[in-house]
């Protein structure tokens, strides 16, 4: 692949722009190239390029980001659109039952990607969308996610993201334990004032978060118990069926980052 004069690949200089967007979804033109370390000129031909092929997108407020493109291309991935397909019918269930927003998150590099949602006319205030990423550390999806993650996701998520979370929420170890204790994570008021998000793991054969399944409901709500219950009733349901792996599972879950001492 080209180099430029640098000595960078294209394809390294087009991730960086890609990575400055998941640190920020939605920059200026300017802005992107400055975060991604680019030369102007460069930067903004690239910009324009990956627009053209529906990899980037303009906002009406001029800012860039990630295109629809990226997010069709992902749909391919075999586990996604297994989820997915296994997912939506239990989702469809629990949104009728709760009458709020209903999502399915997977684990990503730094947060929780949402690859489907569900949501009713009259549901309360929520700012994940499809193909966005929720912060692990904040939302009850990242809690169980992280919660049941497997050994070595945690340990790499720990290592990378874990001094800026706890900074964040310094009581992140003892709500991760607390969440793998009861089997659901409930954050209230945290990215919404007025909200609650309630979340449980969709469970492989050996315990392992294989997504999540939230509702985001009013913080004040009574019904959050019956509305756990019929989380808990799907997530069964999407994990009988899943496909069963095909290679040996041999990771354990855990919430502790790697410097904790084993119990």
Known sequence: MANSPSGDAVLDRVMRLFAALEEQPSQTPGDLVAAARLPRTTGYRLIRELRTRGLLAL???????????????????????????????????????????????????????????????????????????????????????????????AERWWAEHGDRAEAARPELRRELAE?????????????????????????DPRGRALAALTVVVPRDSPEIPQFLMALQTAARGISRAMPQPTVPLNETPVVRSPQSPAD
């Open 179 to 203: 969440a793998r204790r009861r089997g659901h994570g409930l954050l209230v008021g945290v990215i919404n004032t007025e909200t609650a998000g309630l979340s449980v793991p969709v469970l």
């Open 59 to 153: 906002t009406d407020g001029g800012e860039i980001v990630v295109g629809r493109r990226v997010w069709e291309i992902a749909q391919h991935a075999p586990i996604h659109r297994e989820l997915r397909t296994a997912a939506l019918p239990y989702m469809q269930d629990v949104n009728a039952v709760v009458r709020q927003t209903t999502q399915l998150s997977v684990l990503a590099d730094d947060g929780a990607l949402i690859v489907e949602r569900l949501s009713r006319h009259g549901a309360v205030a929520n700012p994940a969308e499809v193909a966005t990423t929720m912060p692990a550390h904040l939302t009850s999806m990242g809690h169980v996610l992280l919660a049941f993650a497997p050994q070595r996701t």
